[in-house]
């Protein structure tokens, strides 16, 4: 399942409208402050969780197979859990792809 570019573009549509709905609307219509901590968490998160969604899928399925995908998205969580930077985490998730399909195509 490769993306093409108009798929990744309406995909960052998607991220855009409802990073501003969540975001641009509440400030246009909500005059107050919003004091429900339940509310504030999800306006907050609902950005993230939207782009997981949208992204999850894909990294496992852009690979030749699924467990190297697995063990990218495995090692990325680690990484991330132990606040490492951008950079790392992506050029360690790669090479773990990288890795994982290289020993599976000579097994």
């Not at 855009?16 to 709905?21: D, G, M, R, V």
């Not at 400030?27 to 919003?34: C, E, G, N």
């Not at 998160?45 to 495995?74: D, N, Q």
Request: charged share 10%; hydrophobic share 55%.
């Amino acid at each position: 399942m490769n993306a093409s570019l108009s798929d990744m573009l309406i995909g960052c549509l998607v991220m855009f409208a409802i990073t501003y709905l969540s975001k641009g609307i509440t400030l246009i219509f909500v005059k107050k402050d919003i004091k429900s901590k339940y509310i504030r968490s999800f306006l907050y998160y609902l950005p993230y969780s939207v782009l997981s969604v949208m992204v999850f899928p894909t990294i496992l399925f852009s690979t030749s197979t699924i467990w190297s995908g697995l063990a990218g998205t495995a090692v990325a969580l680690v990484l991330a859990f132990f606040r490492k930077g951008l950079l790392p985490v992506s050029l360690a998730s790669i090479g773990t792809v990288f890795v994982v399909e290289l020993i599976l195509y000579l097994v």
